[in-house]
């Protein structure tokens, strides 16, 4: 998130110093996919851009942007707010893919992992109204910080969720839409016995290249005859990046979002940062220019 410094001679809805956000994601806007809203699936080569990978990210006192790829920030949010918006876009986007459908009073629900993207959708949950939100997190500042919210949300290190099903059948008491940030091998192996009949199972949290997957877990006809859906989301479509910001802006009036654990750092300092990051000390590292 930034202010506005300067624009081109096409932009006429924005002005100097204009709160905005941008969308890391930049599809071509004509194939298949991104005439049919799917735009985080777009790949034509030299069009398609992710901010920070294929063009210079925010790691600068100042950043280029093309006019479609920026959100105006309400003027009540904090620019440390306004700049969970894409990451919490990209909660929102799995959410909209998998667990839309769901009865918010009734539906038992699991994250995996206790990071911003986790956090955001146990808080993107709770606003959409679901009752039974349970998170699994081993870092403990990470758990402190979702707890800090007091929303009634289960908070429970990995190794306690594992005895409480002990004795338990998931296909008949286990959740009925897992969300796994965690990223690693295990995930499905550890938590995919835990999803109820029918559940959505979606795998958001990014391996290394040379992980394989494995259903040890569950052998193929158990999916099946049970219904378990497994799904991969990723990134977000513009119109979620909107969304995003409704409702980063609605949560924010009722709990103060500053509380998910949320670093600052000068750019001078970003090793300090990084290594808080990795350590999982801190649930959000933002890094403060002065230009």
């Given at each position: 998130s930034g202010l506005?410094?300067?624009?081109?001679?096409?932009?006429?809805?924005?002005?100097?110093?204009?709160?905005?956000?941008?969308?890391?994601?930049?599809?071509?806007?004509?194939?298949?996919?991104?005439?049919?809203?799917?735009?985080?699936?777009?790949?034509?080569?030299?069009?398609?851009?992710?901010?920070?990978?294929?063009?210079?990210?925010g790691m600068a006192d100042y950043m280029v942007s093309k006019r479609r790829r920026l959100f105006r920030l309400p003027s009540c949010l904090p620019l440390k707010i306004g700049a969970l918006s894409e990451p919490f876009a990209c909660s929102l986007h799995s959410f909209e893919q998998t667990a839309k459908s769901l009865d918010p009073a009734t539906s038992n629900t699991l994250v995996i992992g206790c990071g911003w993207t986790g956090m955001a959708m146990a808080l993107l949950l709770h606003h959409k109204g679901f009752k039974k939100i349970t998170v699994v997190q081993g870092s403990k500042p990470r758990r402190d910080a979702l707890l800090r919210f007091e929303l009634g949300i289960c908070v429970m290190r990995p190794d306690a969720l594992k005895?409480?099903?002990?004795?338990?059948?998931?296909?008949?008491?286990?959740?009925?839409?897992?969300?796994?940030?965690?990223?690693?091998r295990e995930s499905l192996k550890e938590y995919l016995p835990l999803a109820r009949r029918g559940a959505q199972f979606c795998i958001f949290g990014l391996t290394t290249k040379d992980t394989s997957l494995r259903?040890?877990?569950?052998?193929?006809?158990?999916?099946?005859?049970?219904?378990?859906?497994?799904?991969?989301?990723?990134?977000?479509?513009?119109?979620?990046?909107?969304?995003?910001?409704?409702?980063?802006?609605?949560?924010?009036?009722?709990?103060?979002?500053?509380?998910?654990?949320?670093?600052?750092?000068?750019?001078?300092?970003?090793?300090?940062?990084?290594?808080?990051?990795?350590?999982?000390?801190?649930?959000?590292?933002?890094?403060?220019?002065?230009?």
């Open positions: 506005i410094e300067s624009f081109g001679e096409g932009v006429h809805d924005l002005k100097v110093g204009d709160p905005v956000c941008a969308n890391c994601v930049m599809a071509c806007g004509s194939c298949g996919f991104c005439k049919s809203g799917r735009g985080n699936l777009c790949k034509n080569e030299g069009t398609f851009t992710l901010i920070g990978i294929e063009i210079d990210g005895q409480e099903f002990k004795d338990k059948n998931g296909r008949n008491e286990g959740f009925d839409f897992i969300f796994d940030t965690a990223g690693t259903l040890d877990a569950a052998n193929p006809v158990d999916i099946t005859l049970n219904e378990i859906n497994i799904f991969g989301a990723i990134c977000s479509n513009p119109d979620e990046m909107s969304k995003s910001i409704e409702a980063i802006e609605d949560i924010h009036k009722s709990i103060d979002l500053s509380k998910i654990g949320i670093k600052l750092y000068s750019i001078e300092n970003y090793e300090e940062g990084f290594k808080d990051m990795q350590n999982k000390t801190a649930t959000k590292v933002m890094f403060e220019f002065n230009a």
